[in-house]
């Protein structure tokens, strides 16, 4: 559990150095996603803001993301300008995580619609997005919760058959470690010359292309029918609908 580290500022010097943007690291916070916004709407440039604990983590859909100090990775960045729209930048945001474990040896980890990372069918990471209009091509904040160290009993009782962490589907990963490959990874995707590569690597590595599901939004259902492929905006093709948002599930 090396992230601390950060705290050292010789070694976030050397990461920043290392990865071209800004690190800063609280112990403690309510929110890395509202902190990244407050210094996004402040014109703050590349950052990427990290904790070990967050008291009001924010997930979609206006739930909580809960996470005990220490044991998941926390962080949001700041993209200046901002490199698609929220909702499309989340989606690859998946195909950064999905390839950041690659990189340390998980290679096991899938996607579902529209952003969450699952091994073995339970959710281990997620990514949120927030843009924000300046004029000046605008900025976009991508935070992402990943489930590291858990255990079981560290999920509430209701998330402990639909959630899981790296620790509990076998892998010891080191946070700091992840971070550096996710950070090189978000860049990637950010990248416009690799839109189509990183939509063709969700779509292989998407849990319910091809499968009859059902697309809620608030809570009711509104699609349902073969999940047929993602739009190059990052919208499910559900039979002839294409849905911009809502959460889907197998039928
Ligand atoms: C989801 O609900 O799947 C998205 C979860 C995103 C959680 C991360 S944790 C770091 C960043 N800060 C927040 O408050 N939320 C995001």
New binding site residues.
């Given amino acids: 559990m090396r992230l601390a580290l950060l705290a050292i500022p010789a070694v976030r010097s050397a990461l920043e150095l290392e990865l071209g943007r800004r690190v800063e690291y609280h112990a403690s916070l309510p929110?890395?996603?509202?902190r990244a916004r407050e210094l996004g709407g402040s014109g703050s440039g590349p950052i990427v803001v990290v904790a070990e604990e967050?008291t009001?983590?924010?997930?979609?859909?206006g739930?909580s993301?809960l996470a005990p100090a220490g044991r998941?990775l926390?962080?949001?960045w700041i993209f200046r300008p901002a490199p698609a729209e929220g909702a499309l930048f989340a989606l690859l945001a998946g195909v950064a995580v999905v390839r950041a474990l690659d990189g340390l040896g998980m290679s096991t980890a899938l996607l579902k619609w529209p952003?969450?990372v699952e091994v073995g069918r339970n959710?281990v990471a997620?990514?949120?997005a927030h843009a924000t209009t300046d004029g000046e091509g605008g900025s976009l904040v991508l935070?992402?919760?990943v489930n590291v160290h858990q255990r079981r009993e560290d999920f509430p009782p209701d998330l402990r058959e639909r959630a899981t962490s790296l620790a509990l589907a076998g892998h010891t990963v080191d946070r700091l470690a992840l971070l550096v490959r996710l950070t090189r990874e978000l860049d990637r995707v950010a990248g416009p010359s690799e839109r189509r590569a990183a939509l063709d690597e969700w779509r292989k590595r998407a849990t319910l292309l091809g499968q009859h599901v059902e697309v809620l939004r608030d809570g009711r259902p509104v699609a349902r029918g073969i999940a047929r492929d993602i739009a190059d905006d990052g919208a499910l093709i559900v039979g002839d609908e294409r849905i911009a948002r809502g959460e889907v599930r197998l039928q």
């Fill in positions: 929110s890395t996603q509202d967050q009001a983590g924010r997930g979609t859909h739930r993301w998941g926390l962080a949001s952003n969450d959710k997620g990514a949120l935070g992402i919760g």
